[in-house]
C-alpha cells in the first residue's frame, strides 16, 4: 500500500536555498519520494527494522541490503526546541522557529521543522507533511495533530 503525505507549496517562505540538505547518492530515494508524496525509509531486508538516515548497513543487525518503503508519516514528538536566534544567517528569517524530533510509528526518529503555529509536547501526535519549495525541492516537515488524535 503507498501512503501519501500532503503536499504544501513553500510553508517557509522566508527559507533560504543556502540551507538545503546536501544529498548523497544514498539519500537520493528519500527525497525523490517526498518530491511523490511518499515518505520513504530504508527497511533492512533482514531483520526488517528501518533505520533512518541510511548507512552502509543496518543500525541494527549490520546486514548490507536495504529497501526503500513507504512510511506513514505518522508518529509522536520525542523531542523539540524553538529557537529564538539564528546560529547561520540563512535562518534568521525563521526565528522564532521550531523543530521536532518524531519517532515515527515505524521506529526511528526524524527530525523536521514544525509546520504550524501549534504548541509543541512531547508525546504529541505528529504527521509527516511534504514541503515543496519555490524552486521545486521538496523537504519534510511535521504538523501536530489535534490533541486527542492519533
Same mark, same amino acid.
Do not use: N
Given at each position: 500500500?503507498?501512503? +501519501? ?5 513553500? !510553508? +517557509? ?6 540551507? $538545503?540538505p ?7 530515494? +528519500?527525497y525523490?519520494?517526498? /518530491? $511523490?508524496?511518499?515518505?520513504? !525509509?530504508?527497511? @533492512?531486508?533482514? @531483520? ?9 548497513? @543496518? ?5 548490507v541490503?536495504?529497501?526503500?518503503t ?17 546560529? #547561520? ?10 523543530? #521536532? /524530533? ?6 526511528p ?12 509536547a ?5 504527521? /509527516?507533511?511534504?514541503? $515543496?519549495?519555490?524552486?521545486?525541492? @521538496?523537504? +519534510?516537515v511535521?504538523? #501536530? ?6
Amino acid at each position: 500500500m503507498t501512503s +501519501h503525505l500532503e503536499i504544501r507549496d513553500d !510553508l +517557509h517562505s522566508r527559507i533560504s536555498s543556502r540551507v $538545503r540538505p546536501v544529498i548523497s547518492k544514498e539519500m537520493q530515494p +528519500h527525497y525523490r519520494g517526498l /518530491a $511523490r508524496g511518499q515518505l520513504l !525509509l530504508p527497511r @533492512c531486508r533482514q @531483520c526488517l527494522r528501518f533505520s533512518f538516515p541510511v548507512g552502509p548497513s @543496518c543500525s541494527f543487525c549490520r546486514h548490507v541490503d536495504v529497501d526503500w518503503t513507504d512510511s506513514t508519516g505518522d508518529g509522536e514528538v520525542h523531542s523539540w526546541a524553538r529557537y529564538h536566534r539564528a546560529f #547561520l544567517e540563512e535562518f534568521e528569517p525563521l526565528v522564532p522557529y521550531v523543530v #521536532l /524530533a518524531v519517532r515515527l510509528k515505524e521506529g526511528p526518529v526524524l527530525l523536521g521543522l514544525m509546520a504550524s503555529d501549534s504548541i509543541p509536547a512531547i508525546g504529541r501526535s505528529a504527521r /509527516a507533511v511534504v514541503e $515543496r519549495w519555490k524552486d521545486g525541492f @521538496c523537504s +519534510h516537515v511535521f504538523d #501536530l495533530l489535534p490533541e486527542g488524535t492519533a
